[in-house]
């Protein structure tokens, strides 16, 4: 059977590359190739600059409301096929259907929504200076970039289009290797909503095509999501000619259980935050300090229910809960791992194994895990993993776990479960990151923003601080009386 062959989606179509070549794409759950990508080669990098220079002078030249109301129809299209969008991304990536259902397009599309909605609320100021005055205007950036990893595609193309396209840029965007089909899918929503042709385009292919974008002179911004050794390279490059940069990056992040916390409760955090999309989640709790007072009965609950409750096999069956891994690369990289935890001394409670379920037996699975016995210096607490591997550790004082919740080169979240509520914000104040939740682990609304502390990350996305950084302040002096002037 031959599979579809997609290819770049430029100005507003699919556009054949030169070199013919391509790269498949295969279904983790399945580890069968489902259909194959053509690489965007020179041809295409250039077609997709000019494409977008033109795709600027359309789009920046509409008033916002109008782009917004474009832009509230993609909203519509995308929630409209949400079934099959969530379908799609299942294939890519893995994960249950379940979620894909009500999360991966809805968190999108509001996202989306929101900044549609702040699109034609963005004012400039004006103000007297003697018998002058000046005035600013927010002014947008240009071309932009978007880099996606491949655990949420569709929703991170989403986040990234969001506030670049309201704020009037327009946007290249490249899909991971592992998962490009959920943006060609936005792309072709964005034309069918009457988005002008070159607003949103997608580039296809690995590290060569992110490369290119974060070097290109007409690029004058790049948003990325992936790990911190790329971002670091895409900075690196981005600095050629001074471009601005949003870097959305890993984590390794703590959740803290007190004596006085509902245990229920925090083990369900605990349970989301390791094991929600089999553990590919950058904000993941994956260092879970329990109190000393508490910790039997945590652990108790906790083993009881990850045996009890994971149900995992073929993601598109509505009752799996726990998909498969990203590749098989990646399922030997969380296998090795949990190896070093052995290792290292830390106990295994639960897990530590492939897993090759009756319904998709030849799928990267990797079992729910988890490690107690853990200490601070273990390769495991230490490193993010990116799997369903939780580190379980006890502590028995405020201001020492706080020390050791930050000891980290990372800051993307942090999560405290307390009844006491002046503790509980007096300890989320002193945790160096970003991301930060009370009684609760994991939500992400549109208003509220998300990025890093340290080195998880620069800049936002989400909230209405990003959309002022997809544009830049004019400023305009003007002289209501005569220059006066020495010459
Ligand atoms: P990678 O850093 O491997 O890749 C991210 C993207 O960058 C991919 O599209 C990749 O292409 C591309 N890329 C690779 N090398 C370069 C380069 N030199 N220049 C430009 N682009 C390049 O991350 P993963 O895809 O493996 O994603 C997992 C990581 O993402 C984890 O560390 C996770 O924590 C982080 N993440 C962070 C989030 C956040 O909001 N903070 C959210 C989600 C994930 P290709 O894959 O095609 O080779």
Known sequence: MTTPVYQNFIHGQFVPNQSKETFAVKNPATDEVIYHVEVA?????????????EGFAAWSAMAPIERSRILNKAV????????????????DTGKPIQEADCVDIQTGADVIEYFAGLAPTQVGTQQPVGNDFFYTRKEPLGICAGIGAWNYPLQIACWKSGPALAAGNTLIFKPSEETPLGAIKLAEIFIEAGMPEG???????AAEVGQWLTTHPEIEKVSFTGEVGTGKKVMQSAASNLKDVTMELGGKSPLIVFDDADITEAVSAAMLGNFYTQGEICTNCTRVYVHKSVYTQFIKELKARTEANIIAG???????????????KHQGLVLDYIEKGKAEGATLLTGGHALSPESAPNGYFVAPTIFTDCTDDMTIVKE????PVMSVLVFEDEADV??????TELGLGAGVFSQNIQRAHRVIHQLKAGICWINSYGNSPA??????????GIGRENGIETLNS?????SVYVGMSQIESPF
């Open 402 to 407: 706080i020390t050791r919740a930050n000891n």
């Open 314 to 328: 073929d993601p598109l069956d509505p009752n799996v809960n726990l998909g498969a891994l990203i590749s098989k």
């Open 199 to 205: 607003v949103f385009n997608v580039v296809q292919g």
């Open 76 to 91: 519509y299209l995308l929630r409209e096929r949400n079934d099959e969008l969530a379908k799609i991304e299942v294939l």
């Open 447 to 456: 208003e509220m923003p998300v990025g890093g502390y340290k080195q998880s």
């Open 470 to 474: 997809y544009t830049q302040t004019k």
């Open 41 to 53: 080669d020179e041809s295409i990098q250039e077609k997709a600059i000019a494409s977008a220079r």
């Open 384 to 387: 993010e993993i990116f799997g």
